[in-house]
T-cell receptor
Framework: GDSVTQMEGPVTLSEEAFLTINCTYT??????LFWYVQYPGEGLQLLLK?????DKGSNKGFEATYRKETTSFHLEKGSVQVSDSAVYFC?????????FGRGTQLTVWP | DGGITQSPKYLFRKEGQNVTLSCEQN?????MYWYRQDPGQGLRLIYY???????QKGDIAEGYSVSREKKESFPLTVTSAQKNPTAFYLC??????????????FGDGTRLSIL
């Protein structure tokens, strides 16, 4: 069945450091891939998405590329800020059903 | 502004009591979903609905019930049969369920605790 595996946290970085959060997936069909972000006490917000192989999603300095050959959708940002501290979820959508990874807690220190 | 409103933000349940969590959306979305979030885990699907008067069980439906009498509303009842209801509950909606490239939009959640 469909599933998502993402890097376990927590991840702690200094401001302006480079961020990578790994995400790999297993899917029977041709899924769309998403990254969502959750700030404390809030719901999830869509960060970026990619709907087919080799697509790159980007938003607010974050990027992720849909790699079908490695079944991956790693999240990257070149220079993190304190305000990026949150939990990040990788997810795939197959026939409209969302499958989530367990989330990665990111803390950025000034 | 369009969005999803969940209420209340915090809810307490006594043993043997049913409680209902509200979810309202004004995005004109057809599909709505309920998820449960526990610490260190991803979101798990409880129930979903593609259209009014229709809904299906997700992965962890036991101890929960839903209704979809209006397009805008998808309330979740946590029954006394749910033995471990303490969790953060998230409601979401999307344009249509079968469109995989359309993202789901989430409310701010309800935190349910047992007294």
């Amino acid at each position: 069945g469909d599933s998502v595996t993402q890097m376990e946290g927590p991840v702690t970085l200094s401001e302006e450091a480079f961020l990578t959060i790994n995400c790999t997936y297993t899917a029977t069909g041709y899924p769309s891939l998403f990254w969502y972000v959750q700030y404390p006490g809030e719901g999830l917000q869509l960060l970026l998405k990619a709907t087919k192989a080799d697509d790159k999603g980007s938003n607010k300095g974050f990027e992720a590329t849909y790699r079908k050959e490695t079944t991956s959708f790693h999240l990257e940002k070149g220079s993190v800020q304190v305000s990026d501290s949150a939990v990040y979820f990788c997810a795939l959508s197959d026939e409209g059903r969302l499958y989530f990874g367990r989330g990665t807690q990111l803390t950025v220190w000034p | 502004d369009g969005g999803i409103t969940q209420s209340p933000k915090y809810l307490f349940r006594k043993e043997g009591q049913n409680v209902t969590l509200s979810c309202e959306q004004n995005l004109n979305h057809d599909a709505m979903y309920w998820y449960r979030q526990d610490p260190g885990q991803g979101l798990r699907l409880i129930y979903y609905s593609q259209i009014v008067n229709d809904f299906q069980k997700g992965d962890i439906a036991e101890g929960y019930s839903v209704s979809r009498e209006k397009k805008e509303s998808f309330p979740l009842t946590v029954t006394s049969a749910q033995k471990n209801p303490t969790a953060f509950y998230l409601c979401a909606s999307s344009i249509k369920r079968l469109h995989s490239n359309q993202p789901q939009h989430f409310g701010d959640g309800t935190r349910l605790s047992i007294l």
